[in-house]
Nanobody, 124 residues
Framework: QVQLVESGGGLVQAGGSLRLSCAAS????????MGWFRQAPGKEREFVAT????????GYADSVKGRFTISRDNAKNTVYLQMNNLKPEDTAVYYC?????????????????WGRGTQVTVSS
């Protein structure tokens, strides 16, 4: 089992920044791709960003490209999501997810392990 705990959410004005963290524990972090997803009220969970175990490959949703950056520190078993120039439409609960794969999946169904989420609210 892999346990994931997100942190760093909060309330921020439009144009502001937040940095989310996701700490993993349990099984070794080795070989796990990590993803960030979000879910707004009344909407389906959607892909935000993903990063390979090596950190050498990343993927982003079009809606966040150029504003969000995913990174990871394997020595700390932690993945980050730096969010800049936030918009009200970024308001959602943000979840991190883990899957032991060499790929960088964007489909939430590909991930076996999930955190409980952290709320991000962007005011206009």
């Amino acid at each position: 089992q892999v346990q994931l705990v997100e942190s760093g959410g909060g309330l921020v004005q439009a144009g502001g920044s937040l940095r989310l963290s996701c700490a993993a524990s349990g099984r070794t972090f080795t070989g796990y791709a990590m993803g960030w997803f979000r879910q707004a009220p009344g909407k389906e969970r959607e892909f935000v960003a993903t990063i390979a175990w090596s950190g050498g490959s990343t993927g982003y949703a079009d809606s966040v490209k150029g504003r969000f950056t995913i990174s990871r520190d394997n020595a700390k078993n932690t993945v980050y999501l730096q969010m800049n120039n936030l918009k009200p439409e970024d308001t959602a609960v943000y979840y991190c997810a883990a899957e032991r794969t060499v790929l960088i999946p964007a489909n939430p169904a590909a991930y076996d392990y999930w955190g409980r989420g952290t709320q991000v609210t962007v005011s206009s």
